[in-house]
């Protein structure tokens, strides 16, 4: 969505906005020469989330915007009011308030320490209530203004209360806020309204929580920063009072190539929370199939061949690590009882429960758990979506992503072996090649394969005849790829998509990246030929 120039000269206030869809918002508004104003505590770069109130007023400014970076816990009150001051005295006044700062720890009753209630309800209750009673004062003067929060119909099934009380709590009291002030602030024309994301956005916290291979299932902060500037650019005494969905607002405006919002283009998405739409029903409105996943699940055998498997990769390196008894209690095709030991030696897992009380009790489709241990699902994702219900130690249930990535790795490594590894794939390769590749994709290829199958293999799409084997080019590469031999093998089969892989961390690339997107054509021909 272009920008139109609206913000010109007028002053957004956004709490939280040094990383994430807060600076995402924060740019958006600064494409159209706006003065922004950060509010957020992160004045040292943190060792997993890149990014200070510094680096984003960098990028403010460079966008076209100017900036008032305040070191804010918005938790305090003076903090806030001496924010709120330095902005006006700055800017001459306060037009548009973003509310985005906000706490979570998506967990039970049981398990939430007082501490992290206290700590979401003083950032999203309390927090969002603060920053607009001290910006009050100054919207009501301002031009068109507006207070966006960035929070979630209130959608009041159980089903979204249910294992994570205190976050629906904290995050539908910034919803509240949304419902009381609209009405309230009408006689001010002042507008009040949420936005809210039909899909998981991409951040690096998302990064942190769900993983690297989360990415695929998710759309860019872009969309909400699109939309957050179609709402606060609307005419305030009239639109107000809305919850709004990024995706519907953005088609309000005409908006209809939703392929740029995408992470990984015509990939399944995983909707946001709070929503009663599931998955299924989604990608089909959306007209995306799941086999764009990466067609269809390898994972077989059901859980006996599963826990085989686990059995035979245990070491004092994974008991060490874990240190947890877990309890897994399977429905649907092959419903039933397992355990798995990974404190007490020699460690290993089967049917029925523990001799030991679990620390951890997950609860899921037998399906959906071995999809998970063979790398298929993501436990954040099968957590988020429904999928995987966790009862005790989240902790100890985050540390079992170790084991599991061993197990898809040491799956990789079998899928690549029985496949015939890249020497086949070149095999394949080379019968395919024609002049029309070699005009078409114009370039030499190297790949440096670890993992498995370790070695050096190099692929001439350039010069006839064309074709490629193992060992160093002949001529220079114009692009050098390096991944594990087992993500080789599953990319020119069509079950990984080059981006998913390259924006996941899986693939490498040094070189011409326009020359590897070419590529993909020939990946493309081979899939159908069914490598």
């Known amino acids: 969505m272009l920008n139109a120039g609206k913000l010109v000269g007028r002053t957004i206030f956004i709490s939280g906005a040094g990383r994430g869809i807060g600076k995402a918002i924060a740019l958006k508004c600064a494409r159209d020469g706006a003065n922004v104003v950060i509010a957020d505590k992160t004045a040292e770069p943190h060792p997993k989330l890149p990014g200070t109130i510094y680096t984003a007023a960098e990028e403010i400014e460079a966008a076209g915007g100017k900036c008032l970076p305040c070191l804010v816990d918005i938790r305090f009150e003076d903090q806030v009011q001496s924010a709120v001051e330095q902005a006006v005295k700055k800017f001459g006044g306060i037009d548009v308030l973003v509310n985005n700062a906000s706490a979570i720890f998506f967990i039970g009753t049981l398990e939430t320490p007082m501490k992290r209630y206290d700590l979401m309800h003083d950032i999203n209750v309390r927090g969002t209530y603060l920053v607009s009673q001290k910006c009050l004062p100054y919207l009501k003067t301002g031009t068109n ?119 990984v283009p015509g990939h399944p998405l995983m909707p946001d929370f709070f929503l009663n739409i599931t998955a299924e029903e989604m990608n089909t409105r959306l007209g995306l199939s799941q086999a764009a996943a990466g067609g269809a699940s390898q994972a077989a055998g059901g859980p006996a061949q599963t826990f085989e498997a686990i059995n035979a990769m245990m070491t004092e390196d994974i008991l060490n690590t874990i240190k947890g008894v877990f309890q897994f209690n399977l429905t649907g095709a092959e419903e039933g ?103 078409t994709v114009n370039a030499v290829f190297q790949f440096n394969l670890t993992g498995a199958e370790e070695g050096t293999w190099h692929l001439d799409l350039k010069n006839a005849p064309g074709g490629g084997a193992q060992g160093e080019p002949t001529n220079k590469p114009d692009v050098l790829m390096t991944m594990d031999s087992g993500d080789f093998q599953k990319m020119f089969a069509g079950e990984m998509q080059p981006t998913t892989a390259f924006m996941s961390g899986k693939l490498r690339i040094k070189g011409d990246l326009a020359m590897a997107i070419k590529l993909e054509k020939l990946m493309g021909q081979m899939t159908k030929s069914k490598l």
């Open 337 to 439: 009882t397992w355990h798995l030991d990974l404190k007490n030696a020699p460690g290993g897992g089967g049917q029925g429960e523990p001799a030991n009380k679990a620390d951890v009790l997950m609860t899921m489709d037998s399906g959906d758990f071995v999809k998970m241990f063979a790398g298929e699902l993501q436990p954040t994702t099968a957590f988020m979506s429904g999928k995987l219900k966790i009862k005790g130690d989240m902790a100890m249930a985050i540390k079992l992503e170790k084991l599991m990535a061993q197990m898809a790795k040491a799956a990789s490594q079998e899928t690549s072996q029985a496949a015939g590894g890249p020497a086949k794939t070149f095999e394949a390769i080379n019968a395919m090649v024609t002049e029309d590749i070699l005009k």
């Open 145 to 263: 203004p507006h207070i966006l929060n960035i929070s979630p119909p209130l959608n009041m099934q159980a089903k979204w209360f249910k294992g994570h009380v205190a976050y629906t709590m904290a995050k539908y009291c910034m919803s509240m806020c949304v419902l009381g002030m609209a009405e309230e602030f009408k006689p001010d024309r002042i507008a009040v309204n949420a936005l809210w994301s039909l899909t998981a956005i991409y951040t690096a916290a998302t990064h942190l929580f769900m993983g690297p291979d989360s990415i695929g299932q998710c759309r860019k902060t872009t969309i909400m920063a699109d939309a957050a500037y179609a709402m606060v650019t609307r005419d305030s005494s009239s639109y107000t009072g809305n919850f709004a969905m990024d995706e519907d607002v953005l088609r309000e405006e005409g908006v209809q190539d939703f392929d740029q919002y995408a992470c």
